[in-house]
């Protein structure tokens, strides 16, 4: 189980980010979805509502998943996502499954990365 859980989060993300939040959702989200990000409104269309926007808005931006880590019925992606400017971010999300692995809770923490640094050392 533990396996497809990150396989099931990369995907669920990665579709999501990339343009289609709706085709995410309903594949991969269950019945409810509680989201912890102050920016995202709770639910399933708020979801979709966040994600479609950032695609508008920013339609050449882009992810790598630098680490993928499970524990019983949660995921963790650590990813470097670049945006319009070369603006870069690294970001921690985790995800909450049910017992059907679907996805239904999430939280996040973002980092912009800057353009120095006191160490050589990346963020990701």
């Known amino acids: 189980m533990k396996e497809n859980l990150k396989k099931y989060a990369v995907e669920f993300y990665?579709?999501?980010?990339e343009g289609n939040p709706r085709?995410?959702?309903?594949?991969?989200?269950?019945?409810?979805y509680i989201q912890h990000n102050p920016d995202v409104e709770n639910g399933i269309e708020?979801?979709?509502?966040?994600?479609?926007?950032m695609?508008?808005?920013?339609?050449n931006k882009s992810i790598e998943f630098v680490r993928?880590?499970?524990?019983?019925?949660l995921v963790?992606?650590?990813?470097h996502q670049v945006w319009p400017?070369?603006?870069?971010?690294?970001?921690m999300d985790f995800f909450?499954?049910?017992?059907?692995?679907?996805?239904v809770e999430h939280w996040d923490a973002i980092q912009q990365i800057p353009k120095e640094s006191a160490n050589r050392n990346k963020m990701y």
């Not at 708020?46 to 926007?53: A, H, K, P, T």
């Not at 963790?76 to 990813?79: E, I, P, R």
Request: aromatic content about 16%; charged content about 35%.
């Open 14 to 17: 990665k579709m999501a980010y």
């Open 23 to 32: 085709k995410a959702t309903e594949l991969y989200v269950g019945a409810e």
């Open 46 to 53: 708020g979801f979709i509502e966040y994600f479609e926007r």
């Open 55 to 59: 695609q508008t808005e920013f339609p």
């Open 68 to 73: 993928v880590i499970s524990e019983n019925d």
């Open 76 to 79: 963790a992606l650590h990813t």
């Open 85 to 91: 400017d070369n603006d870069e971010y690294v970001t």
């Open 96 to 103: 909450r499954f049910d017992n059907n692995e679907k996805i």
